[in-house]
């Protein structure tokens, strides 16, 4: 029996340094995304797109702009995923910035204890209130999901630092640096993937959790991408993964029923060149999709 995947936008942009991504679903929508899906004639639900909104008087959190209104957003994904995400679905979720993986990871966490996170980005996402230098909620997800940094009033599922690899990692801020060194976050750089075979280290991945009988989250930064792939983001690095390279991970990933998530992220349209960032994520959705359409239930 193939799963059902439930589709959620999240047109998210109060963690970012500027305004965009909050119009990447309704982009990405528009460029078919949906159609995808319906070619390889997978069963879907789409509950649509939800929009984060700044809060009237929203609770001021030094050095975190903006937290105190994600957080009561968050809480409206967390319901929303908690409430429509079976077990055996899969989810897919478009960003948004990358602070809305508090609410789609934090749901998913909570139900499964033992949740794998690959997580492609050219950052770490390590900061706290406490050391970041931007104060941009963004770059603080993954090290309030691994339990660094207490949020007063948000009850989300804490992911085990050891269960969680950043692949395509490359820039990294000092104090964000000390703190992942001390968690058990594995750090893939770009050049050290493609050292040992990025298809190599993909699969390793993926085994080692489905022996450790873990199920993976995938939580897909666009700018883990070399820029000339896709310009379109905020915070945008040289030196990452191409085209064919991200193809060949989406592959892998889609084809695994170890993977029961995929959220896409930071993709921003204002800052897009002719729409290559856009039919860049729809040729990952669709290979990716095409796989999962071929997924074996016994496969590896
Ligand atoms: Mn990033």
Redesign the pocket.
Known sequence: MKNRVVVLGIAAELGAKMSGTGDAPAKLRQAGIIEVLKKYGIDFKDLGDIKFKIRKNERIIKNAKHLGSIITNTKKVLKIVGSSVNEGDFLLVFGGD?SISMGTLGQLAKANKKIGVLYL???G?FNTPVISPSGNV??MGLAILAGEYHLHGLTIGRVNPHLISILGVR?LDPEEKILLKDSEVKLISVKQARKSGLERYVKHFISVCKKGDRKVHVSL?I??MDPKFAPG?A?P?AGGFTKTEMLGIMKLLGESDTVVSLEIV?VNPHLDHEGTTIRTVEELVNVFFYAFSERKNDIR
């Open positions: 990358h980005d050219a950052h996402d963004h770059g820039d930064d700018d883990v983001t915070t690095v930071e």
